[in-house]
């Protein structure tokens, strides 16, 4: 094991450092959950992307720079260090992208990848329907055939469509075969949600900002080519989509490193003012929270060194999704003790922390809760029996 | 070289072994040469020495099998803290096992003094025989402690990061043998006609231990490395393997008992040998809150020299 970072990646750093520091918007910008602060984030997302920053680990001729795992890690370690905004396009960067350069055709990698990556099209997921949530598989939106237009036409409702209100196309799973049940006969759709039959009506989340839709679909046409994988193939085709919303690239250490940062801040400002005499316990909790945005990053690593060698990652990334979403809780948690009386203010410099934390407590619960995430590591880590 | 430790220790040091340690006269597990000649006392002495050469991350990988099989052994005393820096007549001997190292931590309670021809007490070593020693019972009765009545030297800071981060590395090993042995129990021992590892409340216990190991182990390599290579942080990232490691130890082993049930509750069964060992070797070289306010006051205290890495 090697734990320094070559002259290659040090330079790499060094770059990206440099750029973001002169580019990221100051003062920082409105919440891309919104339909005012989307519209900005995707400028943002254009300059990202013509300085060949948006998608690093993509082969050069989508737009990125064919960076190693290390390398995007490095660039993401940077990106939250400078306090960049968050990203309105990683539905369809990091989770459609990942299934696109797997299952895609060259013919749709082509078409979709660079638009996505400049944020001209913007993509939400469509996987969770009013009676499927956790249990996934009970998907009953359908697509029937339509051979004389060579295409499909899909009807049903999916929810809690992050920035669905917003974005330009959705990618998700239907029912191609209505004869069979649960995992089988489903097919992976890219549906553009302009088209005829698409209804979008936005939910507003706990947070406050619009950023959840419910997207009705009445016989809307999807044409062959937006088929992604084969027919009825869709949920082998998804699970390589979702074992990346939960393992690496959804969520790298940087963020939760800038965050553990900015709570030591926290914490030495208010034992500057003496406001810790009521709680001297959480300096503890601060200690902790630190340690364990460390300990992210060093599994991180270790897993990035083993998948260079080779090595896939499997349902490990259930570990890391139930770490991450509970790391960031108690690294929000920890500083609204910190604030104390004002944790309440969701205005001013420190009201990012109790919009942070409102936005981290559905961390448990998207992309699998993590009750479901603690049966996938019991059952196919460990090996326990099913029932 | 782990590898060939792993299937020595599982053949050599089976529970009985480790079990007899509690009796014995030693404490100990009739191996130490042989230890010695796979290297294992020697890790981190030269080859010049008799040793194998190796750094801190051999050690730590070494120390984890230990840790695994519940060796009773003062192995990291001797091969952690006391090999690497005994460089007189003696240390040929040392690596080979002919010779014992213990050390006096700084609670004083010094492990196998009685059978130990030397004990690092600060900077200087001793024999047991020079000192004033009074016998302790440890929780775990493999672990034969003896407290210095004369007052010791305070501990190096370079031996007292070597040895949190072996007894870190064994505390590893030891939960991850407490996590396989319970799952292994949980999928053979039925109730209301199925496995009780097939119950959530089972498998969500059984789950956060595998979370806590995943998520500690990363750092005592960390540790290891930046021992071996002279890091600055290497106190700090000592510090936090131990406690997160001490942490995952002890989850592994109340949620290994939990599991069990009344059967692991009894002194017939296994289980009792690691979990006390666990307990031992958590709390001892700092417990979890000891280290966790080291870091505190490197992270905290000193003004926003926030480690870049």
Same mark, same amino acid.
């Given at each position: 094991?090697?734990?320094?970072?070559?002259?290659?990646?040090?330079?790499?750093?060094?770059?990206?450092? $440099?750029?973001?520091?002169?580019?990221?918007?100051?003062?920082?910008? =409105?919440?891309?959950?919104?339909?005012?602060?989307?519209?900005?984030?995707?400028?943002?997302?254009?300059?990202?992307?013509?300085?060949?920053?948006?998608?690093?680990?993509?082969?050069?001729?989508?737009?990125?720079?064919?960076?190693?795992?290390?390398?995007?890690?490095?660039?993401?370690?940077?990106?939250?260090?400078?306090?960049?905004?968050?990203?309105?396009?990683?539905?369809?960067?990091?989770?459609?992208?990942?299934?696109?350069?797997?299952?895609?055709?060259?013919?749709?990698?082509?078409?979709?990848?660079?638009?996505?990556?400049?944020?001209?099209?913007?993509?939400?997921?469509?996987?969770?329907?009013?009676?499927?949530?956790?249990?996934?598989?009970?998907?009953?939106?359908?697509?029937?055939?339509?051979?004389?237009?060579?295409?499909?036409?899909?009807?049903?409702?999916?929810?809690?469509?992050?920035?669905?209100?917003?974005?330009?196309?959705?990618?998700?799973?239907?029912?191609?075969? =209505?004869?069979?049940?649960?995992?089988?006969?489903?097919?992976?759709?890219?549906?553009?949600?302009? $088209?005829?039959?698409?209804?979008?009506?936005?939910?507003?989340?706990?947070?406050?900002?619009?950023?959840?839709?419910?997207?009705?679909?009445?016989?809307?046409?999807? =044409?062959?080519?937006?088929?992604?994988?084969?027919?009825?193939?869709?949920?082998?085709?998804?699970?390589?989509?979702?074992?990346?919303?939960?393992?690496?690239?959804?969520?790298?250490?940087?963020?939760?490193?800038?965050?553990?940062?900015?709570?030591?801040?926290?914490?030495?400002?208010? $034992?500057?003012?003496?406001?810790?005499? $009521?709680?001297?316990?959480?300096?503890?909790?601060?200690?902790?929270?630190?340690?364990?945005?460390?300990?992210?990053?060093?599994?991180?690593?270790?897993?990035?060194?083993?998948?260079?060698?080779?090595?896939?990652?499997?349902?490990?990334?259930?570990?890391?999704?139930?770490?991450?979403?509970?790391?960031?809780?108690?690294?929000?948690?920890?500083?609204?003790?910190?604030?104390?009386?004002?944790?309440?203010?969701?205005?001013?410099?420190?009201?990012?922390?109790?919009?942070?934390?409102?936005?981290?407590?559905?961390?448990?619960?998207?992309?699998?809760?993590?009750?479901?995430?603690?049966?996938?590591?019991?059952?196919?880590?460990?090996?326990?029996?099913?029932? | 070289?782990?590898?060939?430790?792993?299937?020595?220790?599982?053949?050599?040091?089976?529970?009985?072994?480790?079990?007899?340690?509690?009796?014995?006269?030693?404490?100990?597990?009739? *191996?130490?040469?042989?230890?010695?000649?796979?290297?294992? /006392?020697?890790?981190?002495?030269?080859? +010049?020495?008799?040793?194998?050469?190796?750094?801190? *991350? !051999?050690?730590?990988?070494?120390?984890?099998?230990?840790?695994?099989?519940?060796?009773?052994?003062?192995?990291?005393?001797?091969?952690?803290?006391?090999?690497?820096? *005994?460089?007189?007549?003696?240390?040929?001997? +040392?690596?080979?096992?002919?010779?014992?190292?213990?050390?006096?931590?700084?609670?004083? /309670?010094?492990?196998?003094? !009685?059978? #130990?021809?030397?004990?690092?007490?600060?900077?200087?070593?001793?024999?047991?025989?020079?000192?004033?020693?009074?016998?302790?019972?440890?929780?775990?009765? #493999?672990?034969?402690?003896?407290?210095?009545?004369?007052?010791?030297?305070?501990?190096?800071?370079?031996?007292?990061?070597?040895?949190?981060?072996?007894?870190?590395?064994?505390?590893?090993?030891?939960?991850?043998?407490?996590?396989?042995?319970?799952?292994?129990?949980?999928?053979?021992?039925?109730?209301?006609?199925?496995?009780?590892?097939?119950?959530?409340?089972?498998?969500?216990?059984?789950?956060?231990?595998? /979370?806590?190991?995943?998520?500690?182990?990363?750092?005592?390599?960390?540790?290891?490395?930046?021992?071996?290579?002279?890091?600055?942080?290497? #106190?700090?990232?000592?510090?936090? +393997?131990?406690?997160?490691?001490?942490?995952?130890? /002890?989850?592994?082993?109340?949620?290994?008992?939990?599991?069990?049930?009344?059967?692991?509750?009894?002194?017939?069964?296994?289980?009792?040998?690691?979990?006390?060992?666990?307990?031992?070797?958590?709390?001892?070289?700092?417990?979890?809150?000891?280290?966790?306010?080291?870091?505190?006051?490197?992270?905290?205290?000193?003004?926003?020299?926030?480690?870049?890495?």
């Amino acid at each position: 094991m090697d734990l320094t970072f070559t002259e290659e990646e040090e330079a790499f750093r060094a770059e990206a450092r $440099a750029w973001l520091e002169a580019n990221v918007p100051r003062p920082p910008l =409105p919440s891309g959950d919104t339909r005012a602060g989307f519209a900005l984030h995707k400028e943002w997302e254009r300059a990202l992307f013509d300085a060949r920053w948006a998608v690093v680990s993509w082969p050069q001729e989508y737009g990125g720079r064919d960076a190693s795992l290390m390398e995007w890690l490095i660039f993401e370690e940077e990106y939250y260090r400078a306090g960049g905004p968050q990203r309105v396009t990683q539905n369809g960067i990091f989770l459609l992208a990942p299934t696109l350069f797997e299952f895609g055709t060259e013919e749709q990698r082509d078409r979709i990848l660079p638009r996505m990556a400049s944020a001209e099209e913007t993509w939400c997921q469509g996987w969770s329907e009013p009676n499927a949530g956790s249990d996934l598989a009970g998907i009953k939106s359908r697509a029937v055939r339509d051979d004389a237009n060579a295409g499909w036409r899909l009807s049903g409702q999916k929810t809690w469509t992050t920035r669905g209100a917003f974005c330009d196309r959705l990618f998700g799973l239907f029912r191609s075969d =209505p004869e069979a049940e649960r995992h089988h006969g489903l097919t992976y759709f890219l549906v553009d949600l302009r $088209a005829e039959g698409v209804t979008v009506r936005p939910v507003e989340r706990l947070d406050g900002d619009e950023g959840f839709a419910e997207v009705f679909l009445e016989d809307v046409f999807v =044409p062959d080519r937006d088929v992604l994988g084969s027919v009825h193939e869709g949920w082998r085709v998804a699970m390589a989509t979702t074992g990346s919303e939960r393992g690496l690239t959804l969520r790298s250490p940087g963020r939760f490193m800038a965050a553990a940062g900015r709570l030591a801040d926290l914490y030495r400002r208010h $034992a500057d003012d003496g406001a810790l005499d $009521a709680d001297p316990t959480v300096r503890d909790t601060v200690v902790r929270a630190w340690i364990d945005a460390d300990a992210y990053r060093w599994q991180t690593f270790w897993t990035v060194t083993r998948l260079m060698d080779g090595r896939r990652t499997g349902p490990e990334s259930s570990l890391v999704k139930i770490f991450w979403s509970e790391l960031d809780v108690r690294l929000h948690e920890t500083a609204l003790r910190l604030l104390g009386s004002r944790a309440e203010l969701v205005d001013g410099d420190d009201g990012a922390w109790m919009k942070g934390w409102q936005f981290a407590l559905s961390g448990p619960i998207y992309a699998g809760t993590n009750e479901i995430q603690r049966n996938v590591v019991a059952e196919r880590v460990l090996g326990l029996p099913r029932r | 070289m782990r590898d060939a430790v792993r299937s020595f220790l599982e053949k050599e040091c089976p529970p009985k072994v480790v079990r007899d340690a509690w009796t014995n006269d030693t404490g100990r597990s009739g *191996l130490w040469t042989r230890l010695g000649e796979l290297g294992v /006392l020697g890790v981190l002495a030269p080859e +010049a020495h008799g040793g194998f050469g190796g750094d801190e *991350l !051999d050690l730590v990988l070494l120390l984890e099998e230990t840790g695994r099989a519940a060796l009773p052994e003062p192995v990291v005393e001797h091969a952690a803290v006391g090999v690497p820096v *005994l460089e007189d007549s003696r240390a040929e001997a +040392a690596a080979a096992g002919d010779v014992t190292i213990t050390v006096a931590p700084p609670s004083g /309670l010094v492990p196998y003094a !009685d059978s #130990s021809d030397l004990v690092l007490d600060g900077d200087r070593f001793v024999e047991p025989r020079t000192l004033e020693l009074r016998r302790h019972e440890s929780v775990d009765g #493999s672990r034969r402690l003896f407290a210095v009545a004369a007052p010791h030297t305070s501990i190096n800071s370079a031996s007292l990061d070597r040895a949190a981060l072996g007894v870190a590395a064994q505390l590893i090993g030891l939960a991850d043998h407490m996590l396989a042995m319970t799952v292994e129990y949980a999928k053979e021992r039925r109730q209301f006609g199925v496995p009780i590892g097939s119950f959530q409340a089972v498998k969500h216990h059984l789950a956060d231990v595998a /979370l806590a190991l995943e998520f500690s182990r990363p750092l005592v390599y960390r540790a290891a490395w930046s021992v071996a290579h002279g890091d600055d942080g290497r #106190s700090v990232h000592v510090a936090m +393997a131990k406690a997160r490691a001490s942490e995952a130890a /002890l989850r592994a082993g109340r949620v290994a008992l939990q599991v069990h049930g009344a059967i692991g509750y009894t002194t017939e069964y296994d289980l009792h040998l690691w979990m006390k060992r666990a307990w031992a070797l958590a709390a001892t070289w700092g417990d979890a809150a000891w280290h966790d306010a080291r870091v505190g006051r490197a992270i905290l205290d000193t003004d926003p020299a926030r480690e870049e890495q």
